[in-house]
């Protein structure tokens, strides 16, 4: 009796071969006995829904049914797509899921506000050597041809030497050919894991995720303080330190090179992972962070018109950027949009969704700039806000990062209050996310008003207000003592730089709304990218007015999405794709001298009013 | 007053700029004014033949006229395409001829059999860094993007991290930014040079072409006798040599690389000329040949099903192949069709011009192997036929290659013998060429029967027929001698070598034709390629029956068209795609064990028969 055989050809729900039959059984069934997952038919098989569509790559299968006819279109039908409900094979066959996938894929994209990731199709692929039909007088197709499939010829096809030199004695045995976007790289064992490494270079933080290109999951990463923080904390330093010389700049690059090389060592001596395990690096971060990375000049993103060496997708060779565990690799930089509009913000607004969403969302990145991205039909139109950081606790008396001791949350009530610490251990002072609940607090109890002013200790009776150095102060920490000496407390200067910084984003999201005419109640999703975005309380940003108040339930934190982005980037060619879409769709709103952006940031200085 | 500016914004017919006028202009004056070649409006301007397109890439221009609307689709119009008899600009403004002269190239490749080259996309084009629009807030966009135009986003991007850093200090000076297939590659002068190597390597002769890319026109070449020769004269003696051991394949591939890279290093040196302004190294040649340089497998081509390990374009790093004047080229390999099919034929089919000829047309390609392709209305079909090396001179009594002292033409009359041989010096062999003009009049003369029997001295009283060792003989030279001993002559086995190896090539020839379903009358041109077909009569391949005597009147040699296959591939985008899809057009019949191939070859044995 012949046996149904399933070989999976590619990863995931790439291409799958299957014997031929002798009995009569639809694709879907065959696809449900053998417990593909993934693979969804709605209507249950009943050749209704017309959803179960497969790719016949190869062999001969049953006539096309009047039901098809139906529900694919002529050119589905000529491009070899079927519907696996209603088609059985009639010969060795291989069949493509891949598209199938990728449908469903964005669908649950649109659906789940981008968070779900669907598995589709792979960058990285492997060919069995041992599954290549024999060649004969009627197939003598070379080798190389037979395992890539019919590539389309380009002149970009890069084929290592190695590889040529060792693919015919690696024919018929237990090994793949690795391609990386359809091109030939290397020869990997059967049981040889592949992996690529995603960084996500924050002005602050540095993330290299490792990640196991078979399932494109991260599987461990590697984290730190951006080793370039020494010579400038934040970008326009960063800028100032490297324009000054060139051994200047050249030693920012080193310091991030450096410290990205020890994370990809640090990964793979942790999974016993060769350096030919890895398949790429593909990195993400702001426009700064991208042009330190890779040598280029950042004067030009300092000073008004503000103009970056390079926006666009681009590949460096790792060793001429200064790798050395990975000489080999080409090292991926996202793509930007603007000298404030980074890579970071193109790959949040692919893991956001709202280029898929059919309703207006938004994007907000909250940093030192307020980075913000509003999809409107077909284009989505993006601003950044010079913020300052007063939200990273600079220029705040008892200012910090998100560190242990950090106070993170404040509440108040008419005598007291409360806060926590990161770590639960004493205060050291309070961080972005402390300090807008904080203010949110002092609005919400009227102890500073519209205005931004804080009461003096001759108009309340509340124990944190105090003076300090003859003036008002508000203690979150030491109430009971008489002075403020030893408490964590907020000066009404640090009110005015939150007042400032809030007004810059809240005047940006106005900008877009009135470019794109939208109403606010209109907007269906805010999303708030990075670390920030997650530890803030969006109904303390409410308060202070740094999002709009009706938003406020509508406002989702989606953690790292320039790293998840970058992620995404390096397995899944269509999540690649969308990403340059993105970038290329994006169209920049320069803020600088934007009459409509002065007016509401001069509205936006001022606290909501109570409702 | 302003006076009109005109910069050549790319090499040849490229992009343009055109600074405002004050006086109304059609493009069309404005391009005979500043006398730009290659630019053709056949009805003078009248605005009757639709040519003369140009594409506007910026500026503003007047609005279009019905005649426009007339003879341009709305797609072209949308694209930004226009007459230039029937526009003018209303600013400064940036135009694309290269469009036109696209069209125009291919016009005049079908009309002239392939053999004249026009000036079409270039692949190395050169964009001004002074002449880039300043950076406003109004045109925020990134330099490399400005420099690289609206170039679609793609995974393939790969620049030089050198270029990256460097990019921003060379903005506004008069440097140049080189790109390759639109991929930035450096910067140069403006007044630096800029070459690619495009190399033929015959199984016998290597041909290294220095290729000036502004004007894609050989300079200079570097020609030997291929460096692998001491290890085995043919084809299938250099793959018996490499397939015995890895170090004696690696030998092979060391041979040809040093060959080629001292060739590149000579013709540098000769021209003054550094590795940075060579860009690029394009290599055409049999598959074998290809194989061997990139140190690929070859004992697939050697034996039955013949299966080579590539035959697709690609290209490898030089540094990688043991490249050590230019190790940061991409080495270019063209595209082969099958184990002997090889690139030299993908090449020849190009310059031949056969698949855009509306007749139908033959390639024909002698060596040991006869090589041919026979385009017919959609497709080319390809074949070759083991001929053996007699036409090379080998297996032949006196024979010998075209080198100084080879007979190479011979004429009988009832008497006597004339000879010329190559240099004019005193005899010392007979090449390909004598062999068939020798033998084409031992059959005029009736010397030599039509089943190829040689008159012994007794049958005739032509002085040339002696007996040598108890073998009738035909001596060429020395006739007033009473022996053969002193005499360059051929005996009837080398006449029975003649016999099998044009066969072979017939029968071949014979097979497409009968595939095709075209009758030897109706094909139009019979292109010769290569060294050997240059030199060959017509009269006298008809005469023996190598080629149809119908085709003699119709028979044309191209000469190096393998080498000039690679010349144009290394300069011209629109012939590098070109040869890319004739290799993937070209469908290969194996006629080992080809019934009909068999019937036609023994049919072939005969000589021609008189009309």
């Known amino acids: 009796m012949n046996t149904i055989t399933y070989t999976k050809h590619n990863t995931l729900l790439g291409e799958y071969q299957i014997k031929k039959l002798e009995e009569e059984r639809s694709f879907l069934d065959l696809i449900h006995d053998h417990g593909i997952e993934g693979f969804d038919a709605p209507c249950g098989g009943n050749g209704t829904c017309g959803k179960c569509r497969i790719t016949i790559v190869s062999g001969s299968v049953s006539h096309v049914t009047e039901n098809e006819k139906k529900r694919l279109s002529s050119r589905e039908l000529s491009a070899g797509i079927r519907l696996a409900c209603s088609c059985s094979p009639r010969s060795d066959v291989v069949i493509d899921l891949s598209h199938h996938d990728l449908e469903s894929a964005v669908i649950s994209a649109a659906s789940s506000g981008g968070r779900q990731v669907s598995r589709i199709k792979p960058r990285i692929t492997r060919k069995p050597l041992d599954m290549l039909p024999d060649g004969s007088l009627e197939d003598q197709r070379a080798l190389l041809s037979k395992a890539i499939g019919n590539a389309s010829a380009s002149l970009s096809m890069k084929v290592p030497s190695a590889l040529l030199s060792s693919l015919h004695s690696h024919i018929g045995t237990e090994a793949d050919l690795v391609l990386k976007d359809g091109v030939p790289k290397r020869i990997a064992h059967r049981g040889e894991k592949l992996y690529s490494i995603a960084v996500d270079i ?44 060139v051994e200047q700049q050249v030693r920012l690059q080193r310091a991030i090179v450096s410290q990205i090389d020890s994370g990809i060592r640090a990964l793979a001596e942790r999974h016993t992972i060769s350096p030919e395990q890895i398949m790429q690096i593909t990195i993400a971060g702001n426009t700064t962070m991208m042009h330190l990375l890779a040598g280029a000049d950042t004067s030009g993103i300092a000073a008004s018109p503000f103009i970056p060496v390079f926006t666009d997708f681009l590949t460096v060779p790792a060793v001429e950027l200064g790798f050395t565990f990975t000489p080999n690799l080409e090292v991926e930089l996202l793509p930007s949009v603007a000298a404030y509009v980074g890579a970071d913000i193109t790959a949040g607004i692919h893991v956001a969704g709202i280029h898929v969403d059919n309703t207006p969302s938004i994007l907000l990145d909250i940093g030192t700039n307020g980075e913000m991205a509003f999809s409107i039909s077909d284009h989505i139109i993006c601003c950044s806000t010079a913020a300052g950081p007063a939200f990273e606790g600079a220029n705040i008396t008892f200012g910090t990062g998100g560190v ?208």
Chains 1, 2 share one sequence.
């Open 202 to 245: 924050g002005t602050t933080t540095v993330v290299c995720y490792l990640v196991d290109l078979e399932f494109g999951e991260v599987i461990d990463n590697f984290s730190g303080l951006n080793a370039q923080k020494k010579f400038g904390a934040d970008v326009i330093s960063r800028i100032a330190y490297a324009t000054s010389s």
């Open 404 to 611: 242990r001791g950090a106070i993170d949350t404040v509440k108040l009530d008419d005598h007291t209050v409360s806060y926590t610490t990161i770590g639960g251990i004493d205060p050291i002072g309070i961080c972005g996310s402390g300090i807008i609940d904080c203010v949110a607090e002092l609005i919400r109890t009227g102890l500073v008003d519209y205005t931004g002013r804080l009461l003096t200790p001759e108009e309340t009776d509340h124990p944190g207000i105090k003076y300090c150095d003859g003036d008002p102060v508000f203690c979150i920490t030491a109430l009971d003592e008489e002075s403020a000496d030893h408490a964590v407390y907020l000066t009404q200067k640090d009110i005015r730089e939150v007042q400032l910084a809030k007004a810059a984003i809240a005047a940006g999201l106005q900008t877009l709304l009135s470019e794109a005419g939208v109403a606010e109640a209109d907007v269906e999703h805010l999303y708030l990218a990075g670390g920030f975005g997650s530890y803030i309380r969006p109904e303390s940003a409410g308060e202070i007015g740094l999002i709009p108040k009706q938003l406020v339930a509508r406002t989702k934190a989606i953690g790292n999405s320039s790293g998840e982005g970058a992620v995404r980037f390096s397995c899944w060619e269509d999540h690649a794709h969308d990403i340059l879409t993105v970038a290329q769709h994006c169209q920049y709103i320069e803020l600088s001298g934007h009459r409509e952006f002065q007016d509401f940031y001069i509205q936006e200085m001022l606290f909501p009013m109570e409702d």
